[in-house]
């Protein structure tokens, strides 16, 4: 290929990523506008992610568990003694 085609191509090319990245741009506006968080631009670090807190649970909540699955446990082994 002749040099000034290859150069006219990358012309070209480079015009459709623009067009591209400005269809890009434009639709992480209308995300946006909806409430959700915003995309980071091209080449920056992303954010950190949004860590849910972890809820507590009291020991009394624990053992109230901890005796409910005892219980089926049992009933689920009971059959299997007999």
Known sequence: MEKA???MAILGLEEQ????EQAI???RT?????GHRPFPAAGSEMPT???????RMSAA???KISDAMKRRYAAMRAPAKK
């Open 5 to 7: 085609t290859i150069e």
């Open 17 to 20: 990523k623009k067009k591209i």
């Open 30 to 34: 209308q995300l946006n506008s909806r």
């Open 61 to 63: 909540a624990k053992r």
């Open 49 to 55: 992610p949004f860590v849910r807190k972890r809820r």
């Open 25 to 27: 741009a434009e639709l």
